[in-house]
């Protein structure tokens, strides 16, 4: 009897095990914006120090080639869950992406244009005549008419250089173009390193806040698995908390799958983007939390800059409902 106790309740055992999240992990894909650099490690913290393992996520992280992108990945369900700017999300939405926005990154816009400071560029209005590289498919380029009709400077007498990638640095760094759609956590903060003198024109210092980055996901996965975005929320929030206080561990883990990052440079960016986690309006809110007056700014302006067309409230385009209880 004693031994047919043992045989039941490992028997029992074994099933609760199998049965627990931990065990019966969801494969999840997760589409960055852009390619690794230092404000996307602490999702690499996360997953080495096992965070999306312990709320039942295997995760793989793929990298991106702009928010837009993202976007569109996300609403054709080729990954899960994507890291897009708010603007870019409300562009998706409103050509029929099927997606919204479950936890917030950063409540306030990196965007910037980065400019030489050796070319006679000292004020937003002597981008006149010159010419600023951007991707096609960027987050930035789409609320450009924004920024520079919001500082008086004339769309039509700034030239745009598109090409891939870091194709950009190339460009300004050869001196075919002046200035380059860039971000206050990432370009910014490169050129200068490769001894290039910068004048950034942040698009929020400038009078164009935005929603920054979130994480997005499609409809049918709120809607058939809401458990799942809920762990993924508490696991990414679960992950940023601990790169703000460990943020070498942070870079550390990063550069495990991308080697060649260097670490300096990679801390920069990482702070730059601490700093951009809060908005005015979303001070005093938990971590990973969306405020409404974000995303009706970030609406408005893209109404009155690009026209954008849509019946469609802010509440449309993100949700609290998964914040952690």
């Known amino acids: 009897m004693r031994t047919l106790k043992i045989c039941v309740t490992a028997a029992l055992g074994a099933v609760i095990a199998w049965a627990s999240p931990a065990a019966a992990q969801d494969k999840v894909t997760f589409r960055l914006n852009w390619i690794l650099y230092g404000f996307h490690t602490p999702f690499y913290l996360g997953l080495e ?12 992280i793929g990298e991106g080639q ?5 976007v569109q990945t996300v609403g054709a369900k080729g990954d899960m869950f994507g890291l897009s700017d708010g603007g870019s999300v409300i562009a998706g939405v409103t050509k029929g992406a099927p997606v919204r926005s479950v936890v917030a990154v950063t409540n306030s816009s990196p965007y910037a244009i980065t400019a030489r400071a050796d070319m006679g560029i ?9 010419t600023i590289a951007s991707a096609p498919g960027e987050a930035g380029l789409q609320l450009l008419p924004a920024v520079l009709n919001k500082n008086g400077v004339d769309m039509a007498k700034v030239k745009i250089l598109r090409v891939e990638g870091a194709g950009k640095m190339v460009a300004v760094a050869e001196k075919r173009a002046e200035a380059l759609m860039a971000g206050l956590d990432n370009q910014s903060l490169t050129l200068p390193k490769q001894g290039v003198p910068t004048i950034d024109f942040g698009y929020a210092a400038y009078g164009v806040n935005t929603v920054g980055l979130t994480i997005h996901t499609h409809h049918d996965t709120i809607k058939s698995n809401p458990d799942l975005v809920r762990r993924f929320v508490k696991a990414t929030i679960r ?8 943020p070498e561990a942070s870079i550390k883990a990063g550069q495990k799958v991308k080697p060649d990052m260097e670490t300096e440079l990679s801390l920069a960016q990482l702070k730059v983007g601490f700093g951009l986690m809060k908005s005015p309006a979303s001070k005093s809110l938990p971590a990973g939390a969306f405020a409404l007056k974000d995303w009706q700014d970030t609406l408005e ?20 409902d998964f914040q952690p209880k």
Do not use: H, P
């Open 49 to 60: 120090r096992g965070y999306y393992k312990a709320e039942g996520i295997d995760l793989t």
């Open 66 to 70: 702009g928010s837009v992108r993202a």
């Open 122 to 130: 000292k004020t937003m209005k002597d981008l006149e005549g010159k």
């Open 239 to 246: 992950s940023f908390e601990a790169a703000q206080k460990e």
């Open 301 to 320: 302006l893209m109404k009155t800059y690009q026209d954008l067309k849509t019946d469609m409230k802010a509440e449309d385009f993100f949700t609290n």
